[in-house]
């Protein structure tokens, strides 16, 4: 049952990077700004388009994408499905998309809605002046959030028509800024004409536009025909959308054919740890994929070797008395989208658990075990946010990490959610787990009841949904070799 607990910090990564890269495909039939609006030449009809997902060559779903013309600009929208595999267990995701934009193909509106088994998330946003006014709505509650937004920001479904409209050529490259409904922020994208590539599609080989976009540190390719539509992308994870007919799309494998994700990206080991929840040192080597030293190293973490790359992890004890909270460190204290510190049920959940507490290892102690034993080990396939998971009390890794830091940070202490990777039963699993600052950082995992995280825990990137996504480009090819261990 534990191996459920590595899925979550995986689907995160995959839901950032495959929910952005669904809402690119939608805007595969908007025109160029370059052509007069009258000489469009789908004006006042639908335009619908069929694609398929695969990953690793594994087919795990399909999107359907509707592009129009309006009045004022155009609207896309888009519903997606993916099934999987997960610990013998079917899972489904369903994704809603809706957007608006203006002629300039600038964000006017959008909604976006998450739904599986267990979880739902919705959010709309609108552009208000200067800023993008978003309502996130999950359990019947309703979360008021509001953004700066730049100048020209655009949703994903832009991304096509503007590339044509700056008639890029081969090795131009632009940068613009985006609005990414799954992570409810604008953020930076870097796009770079390849060149002209011929492709084989549906049996032709076609002549095909190539285009590198580059944000949240993940890189994916497209390529497009000489009318702008899309015709395949490609991006981390092996993950590979093209388009079909729509009786192709929607034909999914059986379930015992469809993909296992947890053992799809795994990483097994050859030296096996007997008893890894009581190590508390570990030296491995890390192949197979480039790693930024300032991002993975800590006060438990250190680069000892860089050819080859050689880290070595070993637990931190706190210290017997804290220090005040550094200033710089009151932003590990506040809200975030999904981690709801000033929400009354969560405000109320962490008061009663630290009542009578002064000591913060005493309430560092006390929020973990709450969480380890209020909360249900499923497998959860979900974008959830901390009140969502304390409504339902259930999830895995990341249900756990979401949870302890908006109760942790309501009772006073700064925390953070680490991602990486940590051993289980010969193999390494993509988790999540949280940081808290007591004096010094210290890594802590609810998931498995630990007051202090194993060594066998390595973190690759701490944050939001944008760092955590960063994960995604190491998908597939990380390999990890144990050296030693205590």
Request: charged content about 25%; proline content about 5%.
């Amino acid at each position: 049952m534990r191996k459920s607990f590595g899925f979550r910090a995986f689907f995160i990564a995959i839901s950032a990077i495959w929910l952005f890269m669904m809402a690119l495909l939608i805007q595969r039939n908007l025109p160029s700004r370059t052509e007069p609006v009258q000489e469009i030449s789908y004006a006042g009809e639908d335009s619908v388009e069929w694609m398929s997902i695969y990953l690793s060559g594994n087919k795990i779903g399909y999107t359907m994408s509707i592009t129009r013309e309006t009045d004022t600009g155009y609207q896309a929208i888009e519903s997606s499905y993916m099934r999987f595999g997960l610990l013998g267990t079917d899972q489904d995701v369903k994704t809603f998309v809706r957007a608006q934009c203006d002629r300039n193909y600038a964000v006017e509106s959008f909604s976006f809605e998450i739904r599986s088994k267990h979880q739902s998330l919705r959010a709309e946003g609108k552009v208000v002046g200067n800023s993008m006014e978003v309502k996130l709505i999950s359990q019947g509650e309703i979360q008021s959030l509001e953004f700066d937004l730049p100048e020209g920001t655009y949703l994903p479904f832009s991304v096509a028509p503007l590339i044509e409209q700056k008639k890029l050529k081969e090795g131009d490259s632009i940068a613009i800024t985006v609005f990414d409904p799954s992570a409810f922020q604008p953020t930076k994208m870097w796009i770079k004409h390849l060149g002209s590539q011929q492709i084989k599609h549906r049996g032709e080989f076609l002549e095909t536009t190539h285009m590198a976009l580059t944000f949240f540190g993940t890189r994916m390719e497209m390529w497009a025909d000489d009318n702008g539509k899309v015709l395949r992308q490609e991006g981390p994870m092996g993950l590979l959308i093209v388009e079909e007919p729509r009786e192709l799309a929607q034909k999914l494998p059986n379930a015992e054919r469809q993909v296992e994700l947890l053992t799809l990206f795994s990483i097994p080991t050859e030296k096996l740890i007997a008893d890894p929840r009581s190590v508390t040192y570990l030296k491995v080597e890390v192949e197979g994929v480039e790693l930024d030293p300032e991002k993975i190293s800590n006060n438990r973490q250190h680069i000892v070797s860089t050819s080859p790359l050689q880290i070595e992890i070993t637990t931190v004890q706190p210290e017997a008395e804290t220090e005040q909270i550094p200033e710089h460190l009151e932003t590990y204290l506040g809200s975030e989208p999904l981690v709801q510190v000033d929400h009354p049920r969560i405000k109320a959940t962490s008061d009663s658990i630290v009542k009578g507490q002064t000591d913060p290892l005493e309430k560092w102690h006390a929020v973990v075990d709450w969480v380890y034993d209020n909360l249900e080990k499923s497998p959860t396939v979900s974008v959830p946010s901390a009140v969502d998971v304390l409504a339902t009390k259930r999830g895995d890794c990341n249900e756990h990490a979401v949870l302890l830091a908006a109760l942790l940070r309501s009772a006073g202490i700064p925390t953070t959610i680490a991602t990486g990777v940590v051993y289980l039963a010969g193999s390494f699993y993509y988790h999540a787990w949280n940081r808290v600052y007591v004096g010094e950082w210290i890594d802590v995992d609810a998931t498995f009841g630990q007051h202090i995280a194993d060594a066998t825990h390595l973190m690759l990137a701490e944050g939001g949904i944008e760092n955590q996504a960063s994960i995604a480009n190491l998908l597939g090819k990380l390999n990890i070799k144990i050296v030693d261990y205590e």
